[in-house]
C-alpha cells in the first residue's frame, strides 16, 4: 500500500492524500491552496494522477482547504462516490457552487485587467462544474462502517471541528492483513462551541495527524469569552464604534453568534444589532439548524432559551448587495460578521476599509490567518494595508481571540494522542506550517516518548 502526501505538508491549506492499495485507488479530501501568490498556479496544476482512475474519495469536512477542488476532479474525469457525513454534504452543496461564483467572478476581473495572466482569465471551475461535482456526493452516518470498496471499510468519527466534521479510520485488507490508517482531520479543541469534542482513538498503524496550532497553547475558554466580551462591550459603549468579525461563513459564524446569544443570555451583553453579511452564512446557519441533533448540549440549551427570548439581540441576515453598501454607512453601533474568514474575498473587504481607519472601531480576529493573506497583515501588526488597490491605514484596535480557533492547540493535541496505545502507529504530521508541525513532532517525541513523527514533504510518497 501506498501514501502519497499532495497538500497540507509544511502548510495548512490544500489537504489531498492518495492511497494506492493492491484493490483501489482512493483520495482522502481534495483541498484548494489558500493565500500566497503562487495560490492560483498551484490550484491549477495538473493532478498528479489521473482522476478517472480513482475508484472513490473520503472527505474528512466541507471547508474549502479540504473539499475546494473536487470540482476540478470531476470534471477531468473522476466518476466514483465521494462520501462525507450527511451535514458536510448538505454543507458543501452551498459552498461549493459559492467558492466557483468567487472563480467566477475573479476571472470576469481579470479578464478586464490588462496586466494578468490570460490563464487566470478563465475560472478554475464553474458553478455548473461545482454542482455536476454534488451529484457525487454520498452520505454517511457517524460511527457506521462503511463498506466503500473490497477489502476497505471506513468510519467517520466526530473530530470536532464544525459541523459535520470527522476524523476517518480506514481499514485496508491486503494479502490477509489488515491495517488501519487514522486520518484526523482537522481537530477542533475540546469544550468549544456547537460541535461535539473529538473522538478518542485507540488503535491505528498509521496515523496522519494535523498540527495548525502544534506550536501553541490557547488561552482558556473563559479568559477568550472574557476577551471577546471586552472588545465588545468598550467598542460599543465606550468608544462608540463598530465591531467588525471576518469570519467564514461555516462554521465559524455560528459559532460567534453562539458566543453573542450566551452573552447576551447571561446578562454580559447589551441590546444590540448583529449583521451577519454573507449569504453564504445565512445556509450555513440554516444548514447548521437543520442539524440541530449533532450539537453538543449547551448549545441545544441557547437556542431553546433565544426562542424564547428574541427581542434583545437582533440578527439581521443581510442578503442583497444594496444592503451590504448600505451597511458601510452605519458608524457605530453594529456588530459586523462577514467572510471570507482570512479577509481575502468578499464583502469583509469593504467592511475593514470602512472602519479599520476609525480608531473608535474593533477589528476581532477569531480564526486561523495563513500566510500571505490580509487578515494574516493586519494580525501581524501593519499599520497600513492595501485593500482594492488603496491604502487603508490600521487604527482600529485589533483583538486576535485565539481561543476561538477551531482547531486544538499543542496540548489539546497531545491529550488526544495519548488516547493511542502500544504498538503505536506510525505517524506523519500535517496541515501546518512548517516550523509549527516541526515543533509538534518534537513534542509528540519529548512529551509522549514517541518516536519523532515524520514531517513530509510535499508530494512525497511512503510505503505501508
Ligand atoms: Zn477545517
Not at 441590546?271 to 453538543?296: N, Q
Not at 458608524?331 to 474568514?341: D, L, T, V, W
Not at 496541515?431 to 519523532?452: K, Y
Request: a neutral charge; charged letters at 25%.
Amino acid at each position: 500500500m501506498k501514501l502519497t502526501f499532495f497538500g497540507a505538508c509544511g502548510e495548512v491549506t490544500g489537504s489531498s492524500y492518495l492511497v494506492e492499495t493492491a484493490a483501489a485507488r482512493f483520495l482522502v479530501d481534495c483541498g484548494m491552496f489558500q493565500g500566497g501568490a503562487e495560490t492560483a498556479r498551484r490550484n491549477r496544476a495538473p493532478f498528479a494522477f489521473d482522476p478517472r482512475t480513482l475508484d472513490f474519495v473520503l472527505l474528512t469536512h466541507a471547508h474549502i482547504d479540504h473539499s475546494g477542488l473536487l470540482p476540478r476532479l470531476v470534471a477531468e474525469g473522476f466518476k466514483g462516490p465521494i462520501y462525507a457525513t450527511a451535514a458536510t454534504c448538505d454543507l458543501l452543496s452551498v459552498m461549493l457552487p459559492d467558492s466557483a461564483y468567487i472563480q467566477e467572478k475573479e476571472a470576469d476581473w481579470m479578464r478586464e485587467s490588462p496586466t494578468r495572466r490570460k490563464e487566470d482569465a478563465t475560472p478554475l471551475y464553474t458553478v455548473r462544474e461545482a454542482e455536476h461535482a454534488l451529484r457525487q456526493l454520498k452520505a454517511v452516518e457517524y460511527g457506521a462502517a462503511l463498506e466503500a470498496h473490497a477489502q476497505i471499510r471506513c468510519r467517520w468519527l466526530d473530530a470536532g471541528h464544525i459541523l459535520g466534521s470527522a476524523l476517518i479510520e480506514v481499514k485496508v485488507t491486503e494479502d490477509g492483513t489488515e491495517k488501519t490508517i487514522v486520518f484526523s482531520g482537522d481537530l477542533g479543541q475540546p469544550m468549544r462551541p456547537l460541535v461535539r469534542d473529538p473522538t478518542a482513538i485507540h488503535h491505528a498503524d498509521v496515523l496522519l495527524v494535523e498540527s495548525t496550532y502544534g506550536n501553541r497553547r490557547h488561552k482558556s475558554m473563559t479568559e477568550t469569552i472574557q476577551e471577546f466580551e471586552h472588545a465588545i462591550v468598550d467598542t460599543l459603549t465606550r468608544k462608540g464604534g463598530n465591531v467588525i468579525i471576518p469570519a467564514f461563513a461555516v462554521g465559524r459564524t455560528q459559532e460567534a453568534l453562539y458566543l453573542l446569544g450566551e452573552l447576551y443570555r447571561q446578562g454580559r451583553l447589551p441590546e444590540m444589532d448583529i449583521y451577519v453579511d454573507s449569504p453564504l452564512a445565512l445556509k450555513a446557519t440554516e444548514i447548521t439548524l437543520r442539524h440541530a441533533r449533532l450539537l453538543d448540549r449547551e448549545s441545544a440549551a441557547l437556542l431553546a432559551w433565544l426562542r424564547k427570548n428574541p427581542a434583545g439581540q437582533r440578527v439581521h441576515f443581510v442578503q442583497d448587495l444594496e444592503e451590504s453598501i448600505a451597511l458601510h454607512r452605519v458608524r457605530k453601533g453594529a456588530i459586523i460578521i462577514s467572510a471570507s474568514g482570512m479577509c481575502e474575498a468578499g464583502r469583509i473587504k469593504h467592511h475593514l476599509r470602512h472602519n479599520l481607519g476609525r480608531p473608535e472601531c474593533t477589528i476581532v480576529i477569531t480564526g486561523f490567518q495563513a500566510a500571505g493573506t490580509l487578515g494574516r497583515r493586519i494580525v501581524d501588526g501593519a499599520k497600513e494595508v492595501r485593500i482594492f488597490g488603496i491604502p487603508v491605514p490600521v487604527r482600529a484596535d485589533i483583538y486576535t481571540i485565539g481561543g476561538l480557533s477551531a482547531h486544538a492547540d499543542q496540548e489539546a493535541l497531545l491529550q488526544w494522542l495519548a488516547h493511542f496505545r502500544p504498538p503505536l502507529p506510525r505517524t506523519y504530521v500535517v496541515h501546518g506550517e512548517q516550523e509549527t508541525s516541526e515543533i509538534f513532532a518534537r513534542a509528540v517525541r519529548e512529551r509522549l516518548g514517541w518516536p519523532l513523527p515524520v514531517v513530509p514533504a510535499p508530494r512525497s510518497s511512503v510505503h505501508l
